[in-house]
């Protein structure tokens, strides 16, 4: 049984930051790559940043210069560190692990960037 868990998200003003955590337990000693994702109001799901097989950590292009990816834990947990936030940045935030094929999602957790 494989579990993902996502953490860290609540709401900050415009500017602000926050770091996501995302942990997979279980069955993780074969972790493929972990991503995360996010959900705006009224918008389609998106990538943020990832965790590609063999560990090469990555920044979708239009959030590089405010969003960093970081592997905390021997492949089953990873950091997103988020600064400079905007209000275009709220959403749910998911994480994604994918193990032996299958894709494990964690239930999500809100960023509200709000003045």
């Known amino acids: 049984q494989v579990q993902v868990v996502e953490s860290g998200g609540g709401s900050v003003q415009p500017g602000g930051s926050l770091r996501l955590s995302c942990t997979a337990s279980g069955s993780t000693s074969v972790i493929s790559n972990m991503a995360w994702y996010r959900q705006g109001p009224g918008k389609q799901r998106e990538v943020v940043a990832w965790m590609s097989d063999g560990g090469r950590l990555d920044v979708a292009d239009s959030l590089k210069d405010r969003f960093t990816i970081s592997i905390v834990n021997a492949k089953n947990m990873v950091n997103l560190q988020m600064n400079s936030l905007k209000p275009e940045d709220t959403a749910v935030y998911y994480c994604?692990?994918?193990?032996?094929?299958?894709?494990?999602w964690g239930q999500g957790t809100q960023v509200t960037v709000s003045s």
């Open positions: 994604r692990a994918q193990i032996r094929g299958t894709n494990y």
